[in-house]
């Protein structure tokens, strides 16, 4: 750089930063909607030409291998030192300069206010997926359009219409529709490279997970999880000993993450193979069946309070390996313990919903509790089968609540004193 290149920047850069001071004195309460929407917009055409000159920085430092002499392995690790950001935010913003010297019209619009760096990046990634034998000249053309519809379109909708940007040099369809199905393709493969799943135990009776997976997984999820927490479980104005924490009802993450865990309890573990390896065995005493306030243990070696295991008795999502005195297995099996399938249908013929009082939960994913446990002689006869939603029949097996069945059979929760 040269001397009087230096005074000229350090001169322009005093200037812009008098002019945002300016800026910071504006009371936006002051401004009406029109006089917000104004500003909002100038503030984001001027932050589109700073992108653009921090981008034009970096194509050069690219160019002129600033990285090398200042003992870094990168441009990408150089920026994100001298700017103090993360490395994989600053790889990001050299490939986009790297794509935009390559891409003049783009960069003008950039550099013009506009576009956003968001709908540069588009842009340039739309021209890299361009098929290789497309000439220069029809390049440019799909580039100009791209740059017309990033006037109206967001990046997320201007991301989908890249995909058929060739159409804007191609007028068989039959080509862009192949070159569309290439790039999602492409997308998906690169989707399930990414796909991760890890969990620790925070050895505080909670295990903290995060996952990426493919959009269309996540979509799955997320519709299974918001049909899980849609139907209502209570009449508005009950007790919380029926309707539970008002906070598991009003905050959406803990309502998304008590449907996951039902989820998880109604996986089909008998589809999987092998078998054992998808199904918990919890080792508990006989006593503790029938109603002792003991805990219970896991093969996973945790241990699980005495409600839950007499809860997950009356289920098949685990497999009670009951031990008599001597540590003897004395279960008699899921035949002679759990309801059938043909009785399952006939409960539901009663039921339509969970049988708590006000609770909307469908039959289909209610877990048939037995009236009488069957560790304590209870039979698996229809008259014994209450349909319950995993929040009620947690309900019922909790000793801090006592139940009373109306003559309708609908069930009504009071605290326990
Ligand atoms: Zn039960
Ligand atoms: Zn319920």
Redesign the pocket.
């Known amino acids: 750089m040269t001397s009087s290149t230096a005074v000229l920047t350090a001169d322009l850069t005093a200037e812009l930063h008098a002019c945002l001071d300016k800026f910071a004195l504006v009371d936006a309460d002051e401004l009406d909607a029109d006089g917000q929407a104004d500003m909002l917009l100038s503030m984001t055409r001027a932050e589109s030409r700073i992108a653009a000159a921090k981008l034009t920085v970096l194509a050069a430092a690219e160019r002129s291998r600033t990285a090398l002499r200042s003992g870094a392995a990168s441009t990408g690790q150089w920026a994100a030192k001298v700017i103090n950001t993360d490395q994989a935010a600053a790889h990001r913003q050299v490939g986009l300069a790297q794509g935009l010297d390559r891409r003049i019209a783009t960069q003008q619009a950039l550099s013009a206010g506009d576009i956003s760096p968001e709908h540069a990046a588009v842009i340039v990634q739309a021209d890299r997926q361009l098929p290789t034998q497309i000439k220069a000249e029809q390049r440019d053309v799909v580039e100009r359009t791209l740059i017309g519809k990033a006037q109206t379109l967001s990046p997320g909708a201007l991301r989908k219409a890249a995909r058929r940007a060739l159409a804007a040099v191609e007028d068989d369809t039959v080509v862009v529709d192949a070159h569309e199905n290439e790039i999602v393709a492409d997308l998906e493969a690169r989707a399930r490279a990414k796909t991760r799943l890890t969990m620790y135990d925070n050895a505080d009776g909670t295990v903290t997970g995060h996952f990426t997976i493919p959009v269309l997984q996540g979509h799955l999820l997320r519709k299974v999880l918001e049909t899980i927490t849609a139907p209502r479980r209570s009449r508005l104005g009950a007790t919380h000993a029926q309707a539970g924490d008002q906070e598991a009802r009003t905050d959406w993450d803990r309502a998304r993450g008590e449907a996951f865990c039902e989820l998880l309890e109604h996986v089909p573990t008998d589809h999987l193979h092998p078998k054992t390896a998808a199904t918990l065995v919890v080792s508990v005493e006989l006593d503790t069946l029938r109603d002792a306030l003991k805990v219970a243990h896991l093969d996973t070696d945790e241990s699980l309070s005495a409600g839950e295991v007499?809860?997950l008795?009356?289920?098949s999502s685990l497999l009670p390996a009951v031990l008599g005195g001597a540590s003897l297995p004395l279960d008699l099996g899921r035949s002679a313990r759990l309801f059938s399938e043909p009785q399952r249908t006939a409960v539901g013929v009663r039921h339509k919903t969970c049988a708590a009082d006000g609770c909307e939960r469908p039959f289909a994913w209610c877990?048939?509790?037995?009236l009488v446990?069957w560790a304590l002689g209870g039979k698996t006869d229809l008259d014994q089968a209450v349909p319950?939603c995993h929040f009620h029949?947690q309900r019922?097996?909790d000793g801090n609540y006592q139940h009373v069945r109306a003559r309708d059979g609908s069930i009504t929760f009071h605290q326990r004193r």
């Open positions: 007499r809860r008795a009356c289920t877990e048939l509790h037995h446990a319950l029949h019922i097996h």
